[in-house]
T-cell receptor, first 112, second 110 residues
Framework: EAQVTQNPRYLITVTGKKLTVTCSQNMNHEYMSWYRQDPGLGLRQIYYSMNVEVTDKGDVPEGYKVSRKEKRNFPLILESPSPNQTSLYFC???????????FGQGTRLTVV | GENVEQHPSTLSVQEGDSAVIKCTYSDSASNYFPWYKQELGKGPQLIIDIRSNVGEKKDQRIAVTLNKTAKHFSLHITETQPEDSAVYFCAQTAGNQFYFGTGTSLTVIP
């Protein structure tokens, strides 16, 4: 089954404790993105990757890192999480930037 | 970043009526305009998209219109059903990035 898998689904952590949210897709897609969703603000792109070893900042990259060592995986790293990073995070993949994006189920992160 | 303005933020319609959601954008070079539906507890799913070389696209009860001159595009849902209740997002690509609208919460009243 074609899918985008994120883990974990829910995470509560403390300020400053490094964490990684994993994202994996099985569709051989080249384009992958991370978004955060906040009430009233919609989905905002954090980082995107056009292909392996090619990543770039989206609209709200501050406080986040990503890597794309393999085509299927695109982890999101928060080196020192802060409460303002409490949000619902989505990973997405697509063949290109002008084709259908497939989203994961989301990761609800709370930073206390 | 690029702006995508979406209106209204909430919309309630009677079952069987039509619903229209509008978005405006600022980047005249944009050429791909998808619409996503997000149900509670799930990730967004594409319902329809349009490219800049066409003005309208229809898929059963859903249609999207694009006015490149005015830089706006709209989602039309006809004969609404309770299962159409969800949050809808418009989006556009500018360069290599995706920009989403702020969402419209649609409620279809049986």
């Amino acid at each position: 089954e074609a899918q985008v898998t994120q883990n974990p689904r829910y995470l509560i952590t403390v300020t400053g404790k490094k964490l990684t949210v994993t994202c994996s897709q099985n569709m051989n897609h080249e384009y992958m993105s991370w978004y955060r969703q906040d009430p009233g603000l919609g989905l905002r792109q954090i980082y995107y990757s056009m292909n392996v070893e090619v990543t770039d900042k989206g609209d709200v990259p501050e406080g986040y890192k990503v890597s794309r060592k393999e085509k299927r995986n695109f982890p999101l790293i928060l080196e020192s999480p802060s409460p303002n990073q409490t949000s619902l995070y989505f990973c997405a993949s697509s063949m290109g930037r002008r084709t259908e994006a497939f989203f994961g189920q989301g990761t609800r992160l709370t930073v206390v | 970043g690029e702006n995508v303005e979406q209106h209204p933020s909430t919309l309630s319609v009677q079952e069987g009526d039509s619903a229209v959601i509008k978005c405006t954008y600022s980047d005249s070079a944009s050429n791909y305009f998808p619409w996503y539906k997000q149900e509670l507890g799930k990730g967004p799913q594409l319902i329809i998209d349009i490219r800049s070389n066409v003005g309208e696209k229809k898929d059963q009860r859903i249609a999207v219109t694009l006015n490149k001159t005015a830089k706006h595009f709209s989602l039309h849902i006809t004969e609404t059903q309770p299962e159409d209740s969800a949050v809808y997002f418009c989006a556009q690509t500018a360069g290599n990035q995706f920009y989403f609208g702020t969402g419209t919460s649609l409620t279809v009243i049986p």
